[in-house]
């Protein structure tokens, strides 16, 4: 399936450090997203790059894409306690849904 | 900035009763996606609808289920027969056709006594 899988699980960090959390996925695809889910609430859409970019930047957020391992990475620098939340990743090949994965639990610690 | 609106934000209903979750998408947008999220589990696609007819469900998607665009605006999802395991949070979400960004709605918390 098109699901894309985060990893790690889990990740606490100190306010300022910076967060990496990575999707592995299994298809071939059209481009990558990244979600942002608070708790209880609907998910946001953070970023986009497609399956021709290797790296993409968006304020304090730094994507890349490694189409030949599957792989992608969400890297969030300079945390804020206001980055506390689930982050999914969503590949999208065929079809316009998205099978997300059980997500990065980032945790950022004043 | 527009947004997916979604009605209500918490339904509470008995096992074995209807219900009709609404969402109002972003208005120029043409394709329209439920999912759910059982409580501490990942977000679950349902079903994909474009054109005015489903275009994608998955397997989730029963025969107890239904969507539909009754107007220009409100995209619902019915359940026809809830049961204890249809608590969960639904979400709507709404794509225009320019971009693969879907938007999504704050959702609807479902709980089935």
């Known amino acids: 399936s098109q699901q894309g899988e985060e990893d790690p699980q889990a990740l606490s960090i100190q306010e300022g450090e910076n967060a990496t959390m990575n999707c592995s996925y299994k298809?071939?695809?059209?481009?990558l997203q990244w979600y942002r889910q608070n708790s209880g609430r609907g998910l946001v859409h953070l970023i986009l790059?497609?399956?021709?970019?290797r790296e993409k930047h968006s304020g304090r957020l730094r994507v890349t894409l490694d189409t030949s391992k599957k792989s992608s990475s969400l890297l969030i620098t300079a945390s804020r306690a206001a980055d506390t939340a689930s982050y999914f990743c969503?590949?999208?090949?065929?079809?316009?849904?998205?099978?997300f994965g059980t997500g990065t639990s980032l945790t950022v610690i004043p | 900035e527009p947004e997916v609106t979604q009605t209500p934000s918490h339904q509470v209903t008995q096992m074995g009763q209807e219900v009709i979750l609404r969402c109002v998408p972003i208005?120029?947008?043409?394709?329209f996606y439920w999912y759910r999220q059982i409580l501490g589990q990942k977000v679950e696609f349902l079903v994909s609808?474009?054109?005015?007819?489903?275009?994608?469900k998955s397997e989730i998607f029963d025969d107890q289920f239904s969507v539909e665009r009754p107007d220009g605006s409100n995209f619902t999802l019915k359940i026809r027969s809830t049961k204890l395991e249809d608590s969960a949070m639904y979400f709507c979400?709404?794509?225009?056709?320019?971009?693969?960004?879907?938007?999504f709605g704050p959702g609807t918390r479902l709980t089935v006594l």
């Open positions: 979400a709404s794509m225009g056709g320019r971009t693969n960004e879907q938007f």
């Open positions: 208005s120029n947008h043409l394709y």
């Open positions: 790059i497609r399956s021709n970019e």
């Open positions: 969503a590949p999208l090949n065929w079809g316009n849904q998205f099978y």
């Open positions: 609808f474009y054109n005015n007819e489903i275009s994608e």
């Open positions: 298809t071939s695809i059209n481009n």
